[in-house]
């Protein structure tokens, strides 16, 4: 009889510890913000083509080369405002949609992203190019709203974090694309 009270206890202890997190979760700022700045050699209208291309984010996105099947097609305007970029790949790189909604030449480039997995959402991405001396600071963007199972995975890793690091490591990549100096 004493077993069948200590496993309430523990099921019970166990209910109230996941009720717990998802209150902490449910309670979480919705929004987020995640940003990165690079430094390219390069004036802005040189920099530009390869981010307002989506067929040239082949080059150096940090997410191209996780899954060598990863499936992508193209549609609208090939470059610029209204050019679209769908993928389909493992369950690191997910499925998605981008779409370019505005682009002002060696200023800055928005575009709406849709996740449809792992988990859907829809967020907002700018590029911008400042140029400086002789180089170009170029920042991008991600802003967003967080959905509830985000949120439970901000418990353990912040949105900065996670896709700070691909970001930063993608602005490596465009540097080395741009400037010419991209291993092979």
Known sequence: MLWIYITL????????????????AALMPADFRVSRSAN?????????????????????SPWEKIDPALKRSYEGAHEGTGAIY??????????????ITDSKPAEAI????????????????????????????VTWTMLGKKVF??????????????LGGQFEQGL????????GTAKA
């Not at 206890?9 to 902490?24: D, R």
């Not at 199972?149 to 996670?162: Q, R, Y």
């Open 9 to 24: 206890g523990i099921v019970g202890a166990l209910v109230g510890f996941v009720l717990i997190v998802c209150i902490i």
């Open 86 to 99: 769908a993928w389909d790949g493992n369950k690191q790189v997910g499925a998605g949609r981008m779409t």
């Open 40 to 60: 390219i050699a390069a004036p802005p209208a040189e920099v530009f083509p390869h981010v307002n291309d989506l067929r040239k984010w082949e080059a150096w």
């Open 110 to 137: 928005h575009i709406q992203i849709e996740f449809l997995r792992p988990f859907a959402a829809t967020n907002q991405v700018e590029f911008t190019f400042v140029p400086q001396g002789n180089q170009t600071v």
């Open 149 to 162: 199972m985000m949120k439970l995975f901000g418990l353990v890793m912040s949105m900065d974090k996670f």
């Open 172 to 179: 490596v990549q465009l540097k080395g694309v741009v400037e």
